[in-house]
């Protein structure tokens, strides 16, 4: 059974703090990794995807990938309390045409 | 403006009835899925289609029912054999290929009365 796996939180930071996600999956050969945010009662909604060993910055957000590790994690600097959401980590496991997610963590922001 | 539809936003329904969720796309997207969320949970696979006219079973296919006559549609019928179908459903779309970043609609929160 292919599985990702997040902390469930919550995670808790001051206003203007750098908040750190993390996720690890089971599948070695992963091709692709998504993280989403989803405010509550509302959809998920797609913020940052990584193919490629490495970080990726996107605004305040950056994703890191080590696939040696099997870990992809998501850093948020500046944090606002509009950030306060569950962050859902997505894999795309080999050949399966389907993502798995994590249950997400959930992100409290304090100002 | 491109994107997902999914109608009714809320839905009520009495038990021993079927009742079937839209999911409407104007993305030109090849893909189309269906998930589940319960509270406090991540989102578990109902069904998924890579292409018109065919579909492939998820991790909780059971008392669900789907079919993909159209490019842009992919409507989720729960049946009355779905044994506690109150949940948020969520329909998303990708376009088929390795990478699957996928893009969801706003979901349809369905009650059981």
């Known amino acids: 059974q292919k599985e990702v796996e997040q902390n469930s939180g919550p995670l808790s930071v001051p206003e203007g703090a750098i908040a750190s996600l993390n996720c690890t999956y089971s599948?070695?050969?992963?091709?692709?990794f998504f993280w989403y945010r989803q405010y509550s009662g509302k959809s998920p909604e797609l913020i940052m995807f990584?193919?490629?060993?490495g970080d990726k910055e996107d605004g305040r957000f950056t994703a890191q990938l080590n696939k040696a590790s099997q870990y992809v994690s998501l850093l948020i600097r500046d944090s606002q309390p509009s950030d306060s959401a569950t962050y859902l980590c997505?894999?795309?496991?080999?050949?399966?045409?389907?993502?798995?997610f994590g249950q997400g963590t959930t992100l409290q922001v304090k100002p | 403006d491109g994107g997902i539809t999914q109608s009714p936003k809320y839905l009520f329904r009495k038990e021993g009835q079927n009742v079937t969720l839209s999911c409407e796309q104007n993305?030109?997207?090849?893909?189309m899925y269906w998930y589940r969320q319960d509270p406090g949970q991540g989102l578990r696979l109902i069904y998924y289609s890579q292409i018109v006219n065919d579909f492939q079973k998820g991790d909780i296919a059971e008392g669900y029912s789907v079919s993909r006559e159209k490019k842009e549609s992919f409507p989720l019928t729960v049946t009355s054999a779905q044994k506690n179908p109150t949940a948020f459903y969520l329909c998303?779309?990708?376009?088929?290929?390795?990478?699957?970043?996928?893009?969801f609609g706003p979901g349809t929160r369905l009650t059981v009365l």
């Open positions: 997505a894999v795309n496991p080999t050949d399966t045409g389907k993502l798995i």
């Open positions: 990584i193919y490629s060993n």
């Open positions: 998303a779309s990708s376009i088929s290929g390795r990478r699957n970043e996928q893009f």
């Open positions: 993305l030109n997207h090849d893909a």
């Open positions: 599948d070695r050969g992963s091709q692709s």
